[in-house]
């Protein structure tokens, strides 16, 4: 069994890698065609704010299907 801070140590840097790279991912979405006249802060808000709720589903899926393959064995 992994030991707590382990564990948190790992949910950490899931969080920060997956956040990163949703970051990097949305990117590539030429969002200007989109933001009215003088909103940049606003969409630049919007972008953060989507990036940590994909990057966060994301890492919990990733961590839930590995904590939980870990925990497999003792079924028997």
């Not at 790279?21 to 949305?26: E, G, R, S, V, Y």
């Not at 009215?36 to 919990?60: C, D, E, F, M």
Request: hydrophobic letters at 60%; zero cysteines.
């Amino acid at each position: 069994m992994i030991d707590i801070g382990v564990q948190a140590l790992i949910s950490i840097i899931s969080h920060l890698l997956f956040i990163s790279i949703t970051w990097w991912a949305l990117q590539a979405i030429q969002y200007e065609k989109w933001m009215k006249p003088n909103k940049v802060v606003q969409i630049r808000l919007l972008l953060i704010l989507i990036t940590i709720a994909i990057g966060s589903s994301v890492s919990n899926f990733f961590l839930d299907y590995l904590f939980l393959s870990q925990r497999l064995p003792m079924i028997w």
